[in-house]
């Protein structure tokens, strides 16, 4: 059977209690079809690059599937009718991927070093603190 990835996002409003139902609707409509889902992220809330359908945020959430055509027919069906999912996407792989996904090792990366890591140095001055404001000389009447 072919491998796809469908990754799909769910509105912000939502609690973390509903994604997982989603994702277990969306498991159990491939497995009525006579496919399986090898493996399901939940990769969290996380921004969007622009507003959709006046969200900001998004849950999204990415399931490995090794099923039919017309399963994957069936579920885009299915998701297309429901409210809570927002966007979504399935694309067909050749393989699916070994262990976390490139959004989950980001997270694991990201959550060791920080947000943005250590800087360095500015390059624009020297490293002798901060700069004094200076004064202005008053002219002499």
């Given at each position: 059977m072919p491998l796809y990835e469908h990754v799909f996002l769910a509105r912000q409003d939502l609690a973390q209690a509903q994604v997982d139902a989603l994702a277990e609707?969306?498991?159990?409509?491939?497995?009525?079809?006579?496919?399986?889902?090898?493996?399901t992220e939940t990769w969290g809330l996380r921004s969007l690059a622009y507003r959709i359908a006046k969200n900001r945020k998004a849950h999204y959430v990415m399931l490995?599937?090794?099923?039919?055509?017309?399963?994957?027919?069936?579920?885009?069906?299915?998701?297309n009718i429901n409210e809570d999912v927002i966007r979504f996407m399935t694309?067909?792989?050749d393989e699916h991927e070994g262990g976390p996904s490139a959004m989950m090792r980001r997270d694991r990366d990201r959550g060791e070093r920080g947000d943005r890591g250590d800087r360095g140095p500015r390059g624009d001055r020297d490293d002798r603190g901060p700069r004094t404001p200076r004064v202005q000389e008053e002219e002499q009447i």
């Open positions: 609707n969306a498991t159990k409509i491939i497995e009525d079809n006579g496919g399986k889902v090898a493996k490995d599937v090794d099923a039919p055509p017309a399963a994957l027919a069936e579920l885009e069906r299915q998701t694309i067909r792989v």
